[in-house]
């Protein structure tokens, strides 16, 4: 903040140095360069002094905002809850606690839950959005529980119990160890692992398919890049152009080669559905778009209802060899 204010001294002085001080006329100002001319104190000179402020104000209000911006970026994209907010305990969830360690030596937190079915079933590696942690996504993971489906749900660097600072870098090597969790550990046949991401996950969802052999990926309210949401959440100041972050879903996805779905609530508030829409076009065949009428950002699963899972498992079972 400190630098923001150093930046934005030349221009507020430009803003207040150039009009007449309430106490001196305005026809003290440099009247000697305009002999002959209009006088200082015109209408005309006076109007071009308050036009010169507004545009000198309205300059420095926008750098101030847009280095603002820059300098808390990662506050204004990642909404971390740390252990022990959460409910850890009485979740009513039969999973097991798992850890492991990225390549920069950053350790991670997850929840392993095992469905109903045999050792050959899909396994869905999850990865959230970008507030909360992994208790917060206890109910949608009791609508799981019981269905020929395993989970492993991670929590990011600087999430619930995992060490470290989010960061878009961090969060794709965060994505890659999860991976590396569920084949060289758990012995997890690559075959099987379907990538889920939602909402901000869905960037790490589409980076960890690009880098390891998967069976399939879901997106669920995918946007198309991070300024495209800048754009949307400030359309007023365009400091888009300015920001570090990338989590480009369209470049990404065009490069996908493992079968796709696409999920999207036609209401959300959040992520526009149009910008599902534009991830789902970037992609090549075979994919599939589920629309949720009157789902919003954050009840897809709950508006889906049954419908929703059994979607969800057919892409699953359809990516892994069919029905177990």
């Excluded at 019981?146 to 492993?152: C, Q």
Aim: hydrophobic share 40%.
């Amino acid at each position: 903040m400190l630098i923001a204010l150093l930046l934005l001294a030349p221009l507020v002085a430009l803003a207040a140095g150039d009009a007449p001080r309430p106490d001196e006329p305005a026809a003290a100002v440099s009247a000697a360069p305009y002999r002959g001319r209009a006088s200082a104190g015109s209408p005309s000179r006076s109007m071009t002094f308050r036009i010169a402020r507004m545009v000198a104000v309205a300059a420095a209000l926008y750098v101030g905002l847009t280095i603002t911006v820059l300098l808390l970026e990662d506050r204004f994209v990642y909404y971390p809850v740390r252990y022990p907010s959460g409910q850890w305990e009485g979740h009513g969830l039969n999973v097991e606690e798992c850890t492991f360690v990225t390549k920069d030596g950053v350790k991670l937190h997850a929840w392993w839950q095992h469905g109903t079915g045999t050792g050959a079933a899909p396994v869905l590696l999850w990865f959230h959005g970008n507030a909360g942690n992994i208790t917060h996504r206890a109910d949608n993971l009791r609508m799981l529980a019981g269905r020929d489906l395993d989970v492993l749900i991670v929590d990011y660097r600087g999430y619930g119990k995992s060490e470290g600072r989010p960061s878009e870098k961090g969060l794709y090597l965060d994505g890659e160890a999860a991976y590396r969790y569920l084949t060289e550990e758990r012995g997890i046949d690559e075959g099987r692992i379907i990538c889920f991401g939602r909402s901000l996950g869905t960037s790490v969802a589409l980076h960890v398919a690009l880098r390891c052999h998967v069976a399939g990926v879901v997106l669920e309210s995918p946007f198309a890049d991070a300024r495209a949401m800048a754009r949307r959440m400030m359309p007023t100041f365009p400091v888009w152009p300015f920001i570090r972050s990338r989590f480009d879903n369209v470049g990404m996805v065009s490069k996908l080669n493992v079968p796709l779905l696409v999920i999207h609530g036609d209401q959300d508030e959040i992520v526009p559905f149009t910008q599902g829409k534009a991830v789902f076009e970037a992609a090549t065949e075979p994919r599939q778009f589920y629309t949720i009428p009157g789902a919003g950002h954050n009840d897809t699963y709950l508006v889906g209802g049954e419908p929703y899972f059994e979607a969800l498992l057919d892409f699953c079972r359809r990516c892994t060899g069919g029905n177990r």
